[in-house]
């Protein structure tokens, strides 16, 4: 199973998507379906994405399919984030991250290393560079996971 795309709100839409699709190596695009919606596509253009909303836009259940109501603007913090991998160094993240005014900075998260990229500086992005990338598969199995947290 791998996540194809995920969906995330932004002040700015073509900012972060255009900083995420850097970070993937890959593009941003207008995201037609919906008034002024961004899309973040990886370097592998294997249709994996990241949609960009503005804050203003919800979804919700429409008639037939999804419907994207344009409303009240919300930023409030929220549990929601993703990580991603890159071919960019630690450096480069940071040095990314530093040009468009955000919090970066490296963490251990236990099984693996991340660099915390905070879009707008409110919206959590792992980053992992080459070098974090197999730690990061080594331990988010399930086996590793049941050890660490003594769940066997």
């Given at each position: 199973?791998?996540?194809?795309?995920?969906?995330?709100?932004?002040?700015?839409?073509?900012?972060?998507?255009?900083?995420?699709?850097?970070?993937?190596?890959?593009?941003?695009?207008?995201f037609p379906p919906f008034?002024?919606?961004?899309?973040?596509?990886?370097?592998?253009?294997?249709?994996?994405?990241?949609?960009?909303?503005?804050?203003?836009?919800?979804?919700?259940?429409?008639?037939?399919?999804?419907?994207?109501?344009?409303?009240?603007?919300?930023?409030?913090?929220?549990?929601?984030?993703?990580?991603?991998?890159?071919?960019?160094?630690?450096?480069?993240?940071?040095?990314?991250?530093?040009?468009?005014?955000?919090?970066?900075r490296r963490c251990n998260?236990?099984?693996?290393?991340?660099?915390?990229?905070?879009?707008?500086?409110?919206?959590?992005?792992?980053?992992?560079?080459?070098?974090?990338?197999?730690?990061?598969?080594?331990?988010?199995?399930?086996?590793?996971?049941?050890?660490?947290?003594?769940?066997?």
């Amino acid at each position: 199973m791998s996540i194809l795309h995920v969906s995330i709100n932004a002040e700015n839409p073509r900012e972060v998507a255009e900083f995420l699709a850097r970070l993937m190596g890959g593009r941003a695009m207008p995201f037609p379906p919906f008034p002024d919606c961004w899309i973040a596509f990886a370097e592998e253009n294997d249709g994996s994405a990241i949609e960009v909303y503005p804050l203003t836009h919800t979804l919700r259940t429409g008639d037939h399919q999804v419907s994207c109501d344009v409303g009240e603007r919300t930023a409030g913090p929220t549990f929601v984030h993703a990580a991603i991998q890159t071919s960019m160094s630690e450096a480069e993240i940071v040095e990314e991250s530093a040009s468009a005014g955000w919090m970066a900075r490296r963490c251990n998260r236990g099984p693996f290393h991340c660099i915390e990229v905070w879009l707008e500086n409110r919206l959590l992005v792992e980053v992992l560079d080459p070098t974090m990338q197999d730690d990061y598969r080594r331990g988010m199995t399930t086996e590793n996971w049941a050890r660490m947290f003594g769940l066997d």
